[in-house]
Nanobody, 128 residues
């Protein structure tokens, strides 16, 4: 029922940066995990980064670790994805997701079935 809305996508050159935002109910009752997923045409959807709101812990996919950062604003109303050192392989539609706590070792999982609410996605294109 919760509708998440992503924004901030666009086209950038390799090595550039983008910041995606997800406007949604971070403090919605029952919501404890927030995540970013992405999907390229013809590819499976993959988890990029997660945030466990209880502990503030984040987890990243190996492909983006050190380049992407998941965070939330001070009011805890918006989920952020700061993307630096972008590569052509990062080209995809990026989705924000939220759900009840589904954790392992204090981190929200990457499994998409763990997330009940999804945004419509925002396109990110990285050129050479």
């Amino acid at each position: 029922q919760v509708q998440l809305v992503e924004s901030g996508g666009g086209s950038v050159q390799a090595g550039g940066s983008l910041r995606l935002t997800c406007a949604g109910s971070v403090i919605t009752p029952g919501i404890r995990c927030m995540a970013w997923f992405r999907q390229a045409p013809g590819k499976e959807r993959e988890g990029i980064g997660t945030l466990y709101t209880v502990l503030g812990s984040t987890l990243y996919a190996a492909s983006v670790k050190g380049r992407f950062t998941v965070s939330r604003d001070n009011a805890e109303n918006t989920l952020m994805l700061q993307m630096n050192a972008l590569e052509p392989e990062d080209t995809a539609t990026y989705y924000c997701a939220a759900g009840p706590p589904s954790t392992r070792g204090g981190y929200c999982v990457f499994k998409e079935e763990a997330y009940k609410y999804w945004g419509q996605g925002t396109q990110v294109t990285v050129s050479t």
